[in-house]
């Protein structure tokens, strides 16, 4: 099978930089990611009146299966996701590439194996914000592909959860034992000693939010963000 890691990969990673000098709107790489799940062709030329998609989509263009069909879409919302990010910005990240040629490829080559691996298309979304956060500078390199692969090893639904969590009040679902596995959740362990004999009476486990997925939701969120979900340490 054909995947993205085989599939004109170079041209990949210049479209990468590209999307970083001059990125289209987020709503305009929406409206692809809708037109290349409807076609059958990538002939047909439906995307090619938007220059940067259809940059992206010359790729592709000799693999017609819906597995990279489904690649095309998630990389498109991993661009929709970081279209925001102010040029000025943008422009450093591409000279820090552009004078390094080692960090160019293990930042090019992180990014297409994380997306190639996320079975779901909102997972290059979430991708896509801790890009711009990482661009931003809010978080380091090396939070930035722990998060990263975390995001690959959690469910969806409970990415979700956790979004939702950090963004409503009185949210009550707390996906956190399920999270723990992938890194975005700690395990606490309580034990009551008897003042009398010193002895262990009880122990309770618990599965908390930690500092990453503290720092996923205030990204992602942007002003949805509320305050008053404090992260455990």
């Known amino acids: 099978e054909e995947t ?43 995307v090619d009146e938007i220059p940067f998609v259809s940059t992206l989509v010359a790729g592709f263009r000799t693999a017609r299966n819906i597995q990279t ?37 293990r930042v090019t080559d992180g990014l297409i194996i994380l997306l190639d691996r996320y079975d779901h298309i909102d997972k290059a979304y979430l991708l896509g914000k801790l890009l711009a956060g990482f661009i931003l500078e809010k978080m380091d390199e090396e939070a930035f592909w722990r998060i990263g692969a975390a995001i690959n090893q959690a469910y ?30 700690k395990l606490k362990v309580d034990v009551k000693v008897g003042r009398e004999y010193g002895l262990i009476e009880e122990v309770k486990l618990k599965y908390e939010s930690n500092g990453d997925a503290h720092l996923l939701a205030q990204l992602v969120l942007g002003e949805d963000f509320q305050p008053w979900f404090k992260p455990f340490h």
Do not use: C
Not at 85 to 97: A, N, T, V
Not at 167 to 185: C, K, T
């Open 156 to 185: 969806i639904g409970d990415l979700r959860h956790l979004l939702v969590g950090y963004s409503e009040l009185y949210y009550r679902v707390e996906p956190w034992e399920r999270l723990h596995a992938s890194g975005l959740a």
């Open 69 to 105: 069909r489904f690649l095309l879409r998630k990389l498109l919302r991993f661009f929709s996701s970081g279209s925001e990010i102010p040029q000025e910005e943008r422009s450093k990240f591409l000279g820090q590439l552009d004078v390094d040629a080692f960090y160019r490829q």
């Open 4 to 46: 993205i890691m085989n599939i004109e990969s170079e041209s990949w990673k210049e479209t990468l930089v590209s999307f970083l000098t001059d990125a289209p709107p987020s709503n305009q790489l929406e409206q692809a990611i809708t037109k290349i799940d409807l076609i059958e062709d990538f002939d047909t030329g439906i």
